[in-house]
């Protein structure tokens, strides 16, 4: 393809997609495809001549685009959002554009910096400790996701509990962690790859609004103490998957200096309401953190994949992962001038994506994405309004954000049946999770584009769809 040519079939499919936006809400939110349809409609082996685009393009229309779920509708109240927006899309392409592989300082030094640059503008406006800042003791760098910082920061605080050992001679000593009954999976995930073992993970009970319970975390680590172990990470939750619940995040801190754990905060969803003051006392006592991690791909108006890890002291993560080939060996590297993100992570190669992060925060500006982060979330008390003074339905806990759990007063088959009717119609999308071994729908707002007619129609058809179903 020539550079002519690039240029006229990419605006044709930069109109594409400014035509999908315009349309989306025609589209059934969730894909009404059976399992193997989509498969089924590809041809069993590739292609031995190239095709056109316009080819192309006509099957993305009539195969691909029934499989979608819409994400980006503002029908789509289900899990969590993961937002994207113009600006978001437009960064990603100039990342594609470029190509450029910033694995180390040396291999495109823009890619580092502008990275290093613009975490240290989200740790300013997020309030976040001083020690988070590359100016500091700390810095920030892009993982793909919250997952991959989880297990980044399960090896490194491994590392710490064992004096760098264990990377060299394997574990010696009966290490545990502590998370909460509902913290995300991924931190179970992390524990099992990281050799810690399942057996060695704690889930500590949590209170009536489903947060961890410290007084039964130091009794565990108590008795743990006693039966020879070494207690060594806790992950405190900003705002779980289930229901946003959020533990006690100075005191799970204080009890991790005491005990001399790794203290790691997962605020992957709810992180970006950080940026307006009037959210930050959820994270109050973030300072005691030894790393912390958010996704903007959730929230924050920015594509998949994007999640932000902040750490207090990188040298601890430094010490865990790095290593030096010698066709690596460079002299920006030696002069111990630079930041080689390879080093910061898992992986060796990476994405320029602070690029898209870049565009979001210049095309927004601070006071841009303060507006949107709280209508979603007065979006969300609304929502929450209507529910309280509904008679057939409730709010099961309060919504502390942009997420409202409710359900029918009937039983779960009942509620089950009203989302799957509603799912079904394409009209809207949500879902639901179990509480208290009880179901609970989920309202999630979120979207880039959602209005509040979106969050009020949803409300008449999930009322309307509950009489016709009774
Ligand atoms: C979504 C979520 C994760 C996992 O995020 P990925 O980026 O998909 O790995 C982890 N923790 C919490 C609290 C989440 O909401």
């Known amino acids: 393809m020539t550079p002519a040519q690039f240029r006229e079939e990419g605006?044709?499919?930069?109109?594409?997609?400014?035509?999908?936006?315009?349309?989306?809400?025609?589209?059934?939110?969730?894909?009404?495809?059976?399992?193997?349809?989509?498969?089924?409609?590809?041809?069993?082996?590739?292609?031995?001549?190239?095709?056109?685009?316009?080819?192309m393009m006509c099957d993305l229309d009539e195969k691909i685009m029934p499989g979608i779920t819409h994400w980006q509708s503002p029908n789509f109240f289900a899990y969590f959002n993961a937002n994207t927006s113009f600006p978001s899309i437009l960064g990603d392409l100039v990342s594609s554009g470029l190509g450029v592989q910033g694995m180390i300082w040396a291999t495109s030094p823009a890619a580092t910096e502008v990275e290093t640059r613009v975490l240290d503008w989200l740790a300013e406006m997020m309030g976040m400790p001083e020690s988070f800042k590359s100016t500091s003791t700390g810095g920030g760098v892009i993982q793909d996701t919250a997952s991959t910082a989880a297990l980044t920061v399960v090896i490194a605080a491994r590392e710490r509990a064992t004096q760098f050992q264990s990377n060299e001679k394997g574990l010696d000593k009966k290490l545990v962690a502590y998370i909460s009954s509902q913290t995300h999976s991924s931190l179970e995930k992390g524990i099992k790859i990281a050799g810690i073992g399942k057996a060695n993970l704690r889930l500590i009970d949590v209170d009536e609004?489903?947060?961890?319970?410290?007084?039964?975390?130091?009794?565990?680590?108590?008795q743990d103490k006693a039966n020879g172990f070494v207690p060594f990470f806790i992950c405190g939750s900003v705002g779980t998957t289930s229901s946003t619940a959020i533990d006690p995040i100075r005191e799970l801190g204080e009890i991790a200096k005491q005990e001399n754990c790794w203290y790691h905060i997962d605020?992957?969803?709810?992180?970006?309401?950080?940026?307006?003051?009037?959210?930050?006392?959820?994270?109050?006592?973030?300072?005691?953190?030894?790393?912390?991690?958010?996704?903007?791909?959730?929230?924050?108006?920015?594509?998949?994949?994007?999640?932000?890890?902040?750490?207090?002291?990188?040298e601890e993560l430094i010490n865990t992962f790095s290593i030096l080939p010698e066709y690596l060996r460079n002299k920006a590297t030696e002069s111990g001038e630079v930041f080689d993100y390879r080093d910061w992570h898992i992986q060796l190669g990476r994405r320029f994506r602070a690029l898209k992060l870049w565009f979001v925060?210049?095309?927004?500006?601070?006071?841009?994405?303060?507006?949107?982060?709280?209508?979603?979330?007065?979006?969300?008390?609304?929502?929450?309004?209507?529910?309280?003074?509904?008679e057939d339905f409730e709010v099961v806990v309060k919504p502390l954000m942009n997420l409202v759990c409710f359900r029918h007063k009937a039983s779960d088959e009942s509620n089950m049946k009203l989302m799957n009717t509603i799912n079904n119609s394409g009209k809207m999308y949500f879902t639901h999770t179990k509480l208290?071994?009880?179901?609970?729908?989920?309202?999630?707002?979120?979207?880039?584009?959602i209005e509040e007619r979106h969050v009020k129609e949803a409300w008449e058809l999930i009322q309307e769809t509950a009489k016709n179903l009774s």
């Open 361 to 390: 925060i210049r095309h927004y500006g601070v006071e841009g994405l303060q507006h949107h982060i709280r209508e979603h979330v007065r979006l969300a008390q609304d929502f929450k309004t209507w529910v309280d003074e509904s």
């Open 209 to 222: 609004n489903f947060a961890l319970r410290t007084d039964l975390l130091e009794k565990q680590i108590q």
């Open 267 to 314: 605020a992957a969803a709810l992180g970006t309401a950080m940026i307006c003051p009037e959210f930050r006392h959820f994270i109050d006592g973030a300072e005691l953190a030894d790393s912390y991690s958010f996704n903007p791909h959730k929230w924050m108006f920015t594509n998949f994949d994007c999640n932000v890890f902040w750490i207090a002291n990188r």
């Open 436 to 449: 208290k071994g009880q179901v609970v729908l989920r309202m999630n707002i979120g979207q880039t584009n």
């Open 11 to 55: 605006k044709k499919i930069i109109d594409w997609i400014a035509d999908y936006y315009e349309d989306i809400e025609k589209y059934p939110v969730l894909s009404q495809v059976q399992p193997g349809e989509i498969i089924g409609s590809l041809p069993e082996s590739a292609p031995q001549k190239g095709e056109t685009m316009d080819a």
